[in-house]
């Protein structure tokens, strides 16, 4: 059964930094994508970065693009989402995921992925 596990998150100010983690576990993802996305109340899940588990060609939001780094440690198989100058508008629940990909056309939609883990909160103050 695949398990998909996220840490990190929590209250911080604005312009500060965050690193989220994600432990996998019950398959290999050899040739899969991983990646975040994050929901804010009252809006719709959206795409963070994206990973290829074996390659690593990253993509990312434009929102977030020069301050998020998306990166993956194989041996752990774990992946991690750096953040950096936090904004207040990036306050949400933060959900790791695993589809079936290595094409970067795909690595944004929601219908790629095929595992989700539980989220976390990230918090932004002004």
């Known amino acids: 059964q695949v398990q998909l596990v996220e840490s990190g998150g929590g209250l911080v100010q604005a312009g500060g930094s965050l690193r989220l983690s994600c432990a996998a576990s019950?398959?290999?993802?050899?040739?899969?994508?991983v990646g975040w996305f994050r929901q804010a109340p009252g809006k719709e899940r959206e795409f963070v970065a994206a990973i290829t588990w074996s390659g690593g060609r990253t993509n990312y939001a434009d929102s977030v693009k020069g301050r998020f780094t998306i990166s993956r440690d194989n041996a752990k198989a774990t992946f991690y989402l750096i953040m950096n100058s936090l904004k207040p508008e990036d306050t949400a629940v933060y959900y790791c995921?695993?589809?079936?990909?290595?094409?970067?056309?795909?690595?944004?939609?929601?219908?790629?992925?095929?595992?989700w883990g539980q989220g976390t909160q990230v918090t932004v103050s002004s």
């Open positions: 995921a695993a589809g079936r990909t290595t094409a970067i056309a795909t690595m944004k939609s929601l219908n790629t992925y095929d595992y």
């Open positions: 019950g398959r290999t993802f050899s040739n899969y994508a």
